[in-house]
Structures are given as structure tokens and as C-alpha cells.
């Protein structure tokens, strides 16, 4: 008995060490003639590793039963691969073998044994295939006692240090994450002897960098006049080009182990491998260059922008994508292009260009009525750019492509649309492609779930490790069908409803040294609030505006700016606008549109309040509640107010409501979690109870405050009255409980702000505001309406 559980025993120490033994397979020095090596299905099959051990190369799978032969640093914690045999034809995973033949030819077969890729080499004596510890895989011939082949002549998407980078070869990114194909953009030197990223697209080419704004190589330090055409990274991480281009890893120094790879996104990056982690640090990035300077990105009249920091694609008012799995496909147009100028008009987007492709008739000092007419009688004319910049800069263009979108950028772009579509009386028509993106035309290239690669602290590289790491196909083509579900709905309405689309006025990055001026040093406070005070202030160009000091905001500035112009691009009639911001370190400043009148709770609250008629309510329940809707549902739900309330609700002359405060739970989020809200916001009262329970929060809590507010409108009580006198046991809901209960013991009436005219007095109106604020406080956030169905219900009374 003791024996047998011995035995039992001693087979299990035996299997085990077994296993673990075969689970990591033995790595081969080299590859001898005659020998092959076959995809690892099975344990004990060899790679190929080099002498030191840093790179390893033997088949890797790409894709679902597709292989590429490979080469890749052993260590690194995703086992970055840096070259690749057969890159656009992978293999399945039966029976294809790489096998190094007697004659000295190195071959790669199929299932079928059809040659996939070799080396077409050639040696009558006795050779070897080896990686040497430069990751170079080379076959030697031992006799000649030198390489007659070496992968470094023919790189992929990765140049590692001490591999030339000479006048025939070319890196290629990849398509996208997770595909080995190539891609569309390249590393190579030109015909001017100048190294180069090119878009190479299906249709056009372009070079964006270096980009040369009119200026030439030599304002870049470089040169045209050496031929020799070689670059190389060197040991240490500095890299040299005969073009006299120069640049050091950040970690500059021999150690590190390195890699220049020119990602997907169309960005070279240096990476330099952290060992601890196996993570990649990002040692160096080409300077004037980011995301959305990349040609190609959006494809024809595709415009890159930020929101979130990171870059994303947006098709312009009135197009859609044409390849909802593709942003490089573009954008077309959902109407039919006419070439007859007397039917066409120009649609505006500000602080965007589509870079190159302009006509020859490109004019600087040109009016610009006389470049709009230009190009409206060109029927080759697309679209045309203009600078408002003084200069007076018109470019016409054929294409537009390479479109984008800067903050700070002064250019305005045009394109030309059938005069139907923008039913403008004036002709141009002022929209903005921000706006439109709230029309949800628009997908997320990235999100954040960079892998393999570690978090740099500096935001800017943040968001390309972030753009880098993550192209969930699958995520953008569901968001793409979403989005194709609510555009193709959207579009129609918004064509018709053109008082709703964005008019867009110059969103603008304003100095602080501007802004201490139009407040006249912060002298005249009008308001405080959680965020900082407002102080009212007149610009140069005389316009009234409410400039907001914000304090405690974390962010960076450019991670600011991002945020920043996501608001600023959101165009509502209920929603105050905001005309730019300031961003000078720990300066940050919004500047608002100034609104006369005053909050509402001043009309409702104040010692001596100016009458509000039930007309005048009613109207100011439905304009907030069509600005919430806009902020939660035409805006892809991401803006939650957070702080509804009477204070936060600004009236005009009209006594049009304006909801002020808005998107400030993006600026002030919570940097160390990404999800939700970390910590309470918004003001006692109108808060939801699900800000208490911790629980996640979403539009329903502000639905939540909004019915709040209407109690109060209808009441003409304020609800932190209650909170002050009564126990705490359930305080939030004691405005809503004196409501009910008076309404069932002593009828509607008696709840009524007794300060509205009788003669006003409408019980359906009423009612109907009752009603829709009970619906809306109720505890569980899933049994209260939508914003959108709140302006639908308020709505109804008026047929
Ligand atoms: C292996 O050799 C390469 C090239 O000589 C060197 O850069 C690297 O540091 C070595 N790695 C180890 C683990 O010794
Ligand atoms: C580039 O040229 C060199 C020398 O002429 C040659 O050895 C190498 O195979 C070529 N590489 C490619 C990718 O054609
Ligand atoms: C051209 O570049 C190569 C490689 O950087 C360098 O060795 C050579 O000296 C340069 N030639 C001239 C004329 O500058
Ligand atoms: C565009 O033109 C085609 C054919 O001329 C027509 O079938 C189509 O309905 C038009 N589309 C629009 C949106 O007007
Ligand atoms: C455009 O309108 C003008 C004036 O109304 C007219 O003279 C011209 O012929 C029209 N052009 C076309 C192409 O219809
Ligand atoms: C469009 O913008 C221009 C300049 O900002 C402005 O003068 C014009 O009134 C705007 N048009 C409309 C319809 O708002």
C-alpha cells in the first residue's frame, strides 16, 4: 500500500517535471541544411535563438491559425516582433516549415509545399542560419566564412540599433494592430536624398514629415546634397542620417535594449525596453509631429481631432463614412455634388485644414469673396482654405484630404456643398465639424488599454502610447454601427433643423495676460461657484464675457486644451456658450458668453424677485431641458452636468434659459480613476440619491436635480429650506415629500408659487410640470425619463 502511494507519487513528480521541462523547448543555436523548423503546436518543437539570448525567431501567430516567421526579443513582455519572413502571406499552422536546403537556400512552405517566401540564396559548400545577438538572422556560409544573407537588408515595420537604414529599403508599418499586413505609411529617403514618412495610400501619396511649411530642409538642420543615403541607430540610441538628421534616445547610452518602429498610426517611435517590466518606454518621437498630422489618417474629408486627448475621426456635417471598419476610406458626402456653381454654397469649419492638394490658382493677399468665388466657378474646386490672419491666404484645393483640427489653429476651411442642404439665406454657412461631432458622426480611434507598453507621466505621450496600444477593430466596428443607426437617423433632421447645428464663433486660446486686461485685473466678480469665480469682462473686440477663474484642476495644459475645446465645441441655444479658454500653467481660465439677466435663482429665491409668470416658467422647464438632452444625448451621453441647479441656470433678455457649468466633470475628473466620479460633486438637495450609495453615476442623476428645479419652479420653494429644518433621515426628498403630500391632502393648487398671477394660471401646465418633476425624482434612476423624453412630454401641452 505505502509503496503503490509512493509510486503514484513518484509519477506525478516525474509527469510534472516533464511538463514543465517540454513547455519551454529547447532553443537551437542555429539551423543546420537540411533541417526545417515547423510551427510550435507541439512542445518540444525548437526555435531559434541567439547567442546571448536576447532574440529568439521561429514561426509566431498573427491571426487565427496564420503564422509568420518571425524574430522577437525573448524578453520583452509581449515578445515584440521585429521582423517578419512572410508578413502578407502567413501560413496555417499544419505542415509549413521553414528549411534551410543544401543548396544554401532558405525556404518557406506551406501546407501544400508551396514556396511562400525565401532567401534565394545560393552555396555549393556547407551554410547555417543563425540570429546573432543584434537580432539579425543570417545565413553563413562556413566555408567562405561569411553571410551570404542577412534579414537586416530587408526590414519590416522596426529598424534595431546597428541595422541600416540605406537608399532601397523601406520600412512599412503595419495595417493595424494585430495584423502582420502592411501598412500604409513608410520610412524611407526620397529622390532628394531626404528620409521621410510618406503616406502611401490606395489613391495618393503624400510626405508629412518632415513637413515644410513653406519653408525647405535646410530650416530643419538637414541636407539634400549627401547621396550616400544611409541612417543608422547606433548602440548608444543616437541616430544619424546622411540627410544630417540627429537625434538621442531620452535614455541616451549603451545598455537599453532599442528599437525604432514605425507604428500603425503612421509615428516613428524609438522605444527603449524597460527589463524589469519587459515593458517599452517611448526614448524618442519626432518633434512637430502628432496624430493627426499623420497624412491619410481620416481618408478624403475625414478630419482628425481630440477629444479625451486622444485622436479620433470625424466625417464633416452632411458625410459619412464610407468604410465604417476603415477610417482611411473617408468620409462621402450624403448628397450629390453639383457642378453647377449657381446650386453650390460653402459649408465653414474653423480651426481646420486639409493639408496639401491645392490648385494652382492659390493666392495670398486674395479678398475673400474673391477666393470664395474662385472656387465656387472651379469645378475642380472641393473646398478651399483661408487664413484670417491678415495675409489674406486663399488655397483652393482639389482634394480634401489630410484634414484636421487644432485649437490654436487660425485656418478656415470651406467646402463646397449643394446650397439644399445648408438652407442658409447668406450662402456659407458657419458649422463646425465639433458641433457635428455631436451629431455622434464620429468613432474613437483609440481607447486606453495601451499594452505592452508602459505609461509615460508626460500626457502628450500618454495619449500616443494610448493611440499605439489599443485599435480595437471590433470596438470600432461596433461604435461604427451604432453610430451608422443615429447618423443616418440624425441626418436627415439635422438638415431640416439647421438652428440647431453649431454657429460656430472663433473658439479661441486667449493669454492670460488678455484676459487680467478684459476683467480689468478680476475686479468685477459676478459669481462663485465650486469651480472658481466669475468675473464679467469686455475683449478687444468689445464683446461682453464671463471669464471663469478655475482652481484645482490637475491637468496638464494640453490634456486642458483637449478638454477644453470638446466643450467649447458645443453649440446649443440652452446651453451657455463658451468662447475660449486660457491655459497658461496654473492659469486656467474659461471665457464664457455673458448672460444678462441673471441666474434663476435670483428670480426665484431673492428678497425682492422680478415676477415670473407660469408662461415664463414653463418656458425656462423646457429650454433646460433641451440643453440637458443636447449635453446627454446628442452628445454621445459623455457630458453629464452634475450641478443642476437654479444658480447654474442662466436666463437671457428673452428669459430664455442658458445651462451654464456644463463639462466640468471632465475637467476636474478624477486622474487617478479613469471610471466614474471618485468623489461627491454637486450641491446638497439636488443631488441624487445614488451619489450617496456610491454608485455609478450617470444622466439620470441629473435628471434627477433638473426635477428638482422644476418643484421648484412650480413651488417657488427652495429646497435646501427643507434641508435645514427638518431630521435627516431622507433628506433629499423632503421638498418632494412636502409636494406630495400637500398635493394629496389639499389639491395642486396649494402648491403653487402663490407669487404667479392667477390670471396665468394654466392647471394643465401645471400639472403637467408636476408631473413630469415627480417622474423624474424618483428613487430608482431606471424609472425616471430621459432628458430627451422630458422636453417630449413638456412639449405635448402645446398641441
Ligand atoms: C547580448 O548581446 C547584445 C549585442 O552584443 C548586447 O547588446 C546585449 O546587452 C547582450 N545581452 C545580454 C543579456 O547579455
Ligand atoms: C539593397 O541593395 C543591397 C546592395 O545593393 C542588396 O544587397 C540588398 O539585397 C538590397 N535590398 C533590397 C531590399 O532590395
Ligand atoms: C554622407 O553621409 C555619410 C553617412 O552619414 C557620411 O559618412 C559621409 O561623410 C557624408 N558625406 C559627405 C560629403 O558629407
Ligand atoms: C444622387 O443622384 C443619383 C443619380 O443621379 C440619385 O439616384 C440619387 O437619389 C441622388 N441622391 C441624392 C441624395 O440626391
Ligand atoms: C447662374 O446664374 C446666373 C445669374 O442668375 C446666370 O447668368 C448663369 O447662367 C447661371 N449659371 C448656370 C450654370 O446656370
Ligand atoms: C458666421 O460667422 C460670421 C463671422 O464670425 C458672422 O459675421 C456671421 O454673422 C455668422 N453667420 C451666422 C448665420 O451666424
Known amino acids: ?172 508599418s503595419m495595417r493595424s494592430k494585430g495584423t502582420s499586413l502592411n501598412g500604409i505609411y513608410n520610412l524611407k529617403f526620397d529622390d532628394n536624398n531626404v528620409l521621410n514618412l510618406i503616406y502611401n495610400g490606395p489613391q495618393i ?59 500603425y498610426d503612421g509615428i516613428l517611435r524609438l522605444y527603449s525596453l524597460d527589463e524589469s517590466t519587459g515593458l517599452w518606454d517611448i526614448s524618442w518621437l519626432p518633434g512637430r509631429i502628432d496624430s493627426c498630422l499623420v497624412d491619410g489618417l481620416c481618408g478624403e474629408y475625414g478630419i482628425c481631432s481630440y477629444k479625451n486627448v486622444k485622436p479620433a475621426c470625424i466625417c464633416p456635417f452632411g458625410f459619412e463614412r464610407n468604410d465604417l471598419s476603415d477610417w482611411s476610406k473617408g468620409c462621402r458626402p ?44 472651379d469645378s475642380r474646386c472641393r473646398g478651399f482654405g483661408y487664413s484670417f490672419d491678415g495675409k489674406g491666404m486663399c488655397f483652393p484645393k482639389s482634394q480634401l484630404v489630410n484634414g484636421y483640427q487644432m485649437p490654436d489653429s487660425q485656418s478656415v476651411i470651406y467646402i463646397k456643398v449643394p446650397k439644399k442642404i445648408v438652407s442658409s439665406p447668406t450662402g456659407t454657412v458657419n458649422a463646425t465639424a465639433e458641433g457635428l461631432s455631436c451629431s455622434g458622426a464620429e468613432v474613437f480611434l483609440a481607447n486606453n488599454d495601451a499594452k505592452g507598453e508602459k505609461r ?27 453610430w451608422w443607426f443615429i447618423y443616418r ?21 486667449f493669454t492670460y495676460k488678455e484676459l487680467k486686461r478684459a476683467t480689468k485685473n478680476f475686479k468685477e466678480e459676478v459669481g462663485k461657484g465650486g469651480f472658481g469665480s466669475v468675473y464679467k469682462g469686455t475683449l478687444e473686440d468689445g464683446r461682453v464675457v464671463a471669464v471663469k477663474r478655475l482652481e484645482g484642476i490637475l491637468q496638464g495644459n494640453s490634456e486642458f486644451w483637449a478638454e477644453v475645446s470638446v466643450i467649447g465645441n458645443i453649440n446649443h441655444r440652452n446651453l451657455v456658450k463658451l468662447w475660449g479658454f486660457c ?9 464664457y ?63 430664455e434659459p442658458k445651462v451654464a457649468d456644463f463639462g466640468m466633470s471632465k475637467l476636474f475628473k478624477d486622474v487617478t480613476h479613469d471610471v466614474g466620479f471618485s468623489r461627491v460633486r454637486g450641491t446638497r438637495g439636488y443631488l441624487a440619491p445614488e451619489w450617496m450609495m456610491n454608485m455609478k453615476i450617470d444622466a439620470k442623476a441629473d435628471v434627477y436635480s433638473y426635477g428638482i428645479v422644476l418643484l421648484e419652479l412650480v413651488s ?51 400639472e403637467r410640470l408636476v408631473n413630469v418633476a415627480l417622474s423624474c425624482v424618483q428613487d430608482d434612476r431606471h424609472s425616471r425619463p430621459a432628458m430627451s423624453k422630458v422636453v417630449e412630454l413638456l412639449l405635448e401641452t402645446d398641441e
Open 593 to 655: 458668453d455673458y448672460v444678462e439677466n441673471s441666474s434663476l435663482d435670483k428670480f426665484l429665491f431673492s428678497a425682492s424677485p422680478p415676477t415670473l409668470g407660469l408662461e415664463q416658467r414653463y418656458k425656462i422647464a423646457v429650454g433646460t431641458a433641451k440643453g440637458l438632452s443636447y449635453l446627454h444625448e446628442e452628445c454621445l451621453e459623455w457630458v453629464l452636468h452634475c450641478d443642476v441647479k437654479p444658480q447654474n441656470i442662466l436666463l437671457d433678455d428673452q428669459l
Open 205 to 263: 501619396s503624400s510626405i508629412y514629415w518632415p513637413r515644410q511649411p513653406g519653408g525647405d530642409v535646410f530650416d530643419l538642420g538637414r541636407t539634400p546634397y549627401n547621396s550616400s543615403r544611409v541612417a543608422i541607430l547606433d548602440e548608444f540610441g543616437r541616430f544619424l542620417s546622411s540627410d544630417l538628421m540627429e537625434f538621442r534616445a531620452s535614455d541616451y547610452g549603451f545598455g537599453p535594449k532599442r528599437r525604432l518602429t514605425l507604428d
Open 334 to 377: 450624403s448628397f450629390n455634388l453639383s457642378h453647377d456653381s449657381n446650386m453650390s454654397t460653402f459649408m465653414r469649419l474653423h480651426h481646420t485644414d486639409y493639408y496639401g492638394y491645392d490648385l494652382e490658382t492659390i493666392r495670398f493677399e486674395a479678398p475673400f469673396e474673391q477666393c470664395r468665388n474662385s472656387c465656387l466657378t
Open 456 to 482: 509615460d507621466k508626460n500626457g502628450y505621450v500618454k495619449y500616443l502610447v494610448a493611440f499605439v496600444g489599443s485599435f480595437g477593430v471590433i470596438e470600432v466596428i461596433c461604435l461604427g454601427l451604432w
Open 1 to 172: 500500500m505505502e509503496f503503490a502511494r509512493f509510486f503514484i507519487l513518484l509519477c506525478f513528480v516525474t509527469t510534472t517535471v516533464c511538463i514543465k521541462a517540454s513547455s519551454s523547448p529547447p532553443g537551437l543555436p542555429s539551423l543546420r541544411e537540411g533541417s526545417s523548423l515547423a510551427v510550435l503546436d507541439k512542445q518540444n518543437e525548437a526555435f531559434l535563438v541567439s547567442p546571448n539570448g536576447t532574440f529568439s525567431a521561429a514561426f509566431r501567430e498573427v491571426g487565427i491559425n496564420a503564422f509568420c516567421f518571425s524574430i522577437w526579443f525573448t524578453n520583452s513582455a509581449d515578445k515584440t516582433i521585429v521582423w517578419m519572413a512572410n508578413r502578407n502571406t502567413p501560413v496555417s499552422g499544419k505542415k509549413s516549415r521553414m528549411t534551410l536546403h543544401k543548396n544554401g537556400n532558405m525556404v518557406l512552405t506551406d501546407a501544400f509545399g508551396s514556396i511562400v517566401w525565401s532567401t534565394n540564396t545560393f552555396s555549393a559548400s556547407a551554410v547555417e542560419a543563425r540570429v546573432l545577438d543584434t537580432g539579425n538572422l543570417v545565413l553563413f556560409d562556413q566555408a567562405k566564412k561569411m553571410v551570404i544573407w542577412e534579414s537586416f537588408d530587408f526590414p519590416t515595420d522596426t529598424l534595431l540599433p546597428l541595422q541600416p537604414l540605406v537608399k532601397n529599403t523601406t520600412l512599412v
Open 489 to 509: 437617423k440624425r441626418v436627415n433632421e439635422e438638415v431640416i433643423n439647421m438652428g440647431y447645428i453649431a454657429v460656430a464663433m472663433g473658439f479661441k486660446r
Open 716 to 766: 417657488g420653494k427652495c429646497v435646501s429650506d427643507f434641508l435645514s429644518a427638518v431630521a435627516q433621515d431622507n433628506e433629499f426628498n423632503h421638498l418632494v415629500q412636502w409636494m406630495t403630500k400637500k398635493i394629496q391632502q389639499e389639491g395642486l393648487k396649494e402648491v403653487i408659487d402663490p407669487r404667479i398671477p392667477d390670471n396665468e394660471l394654466d392647471m394643465m401646465k401645471v
Open 583 to 591: 491655459a497658461e500653467d496654473e492659469h486656467k481660465l474659461l471665457v
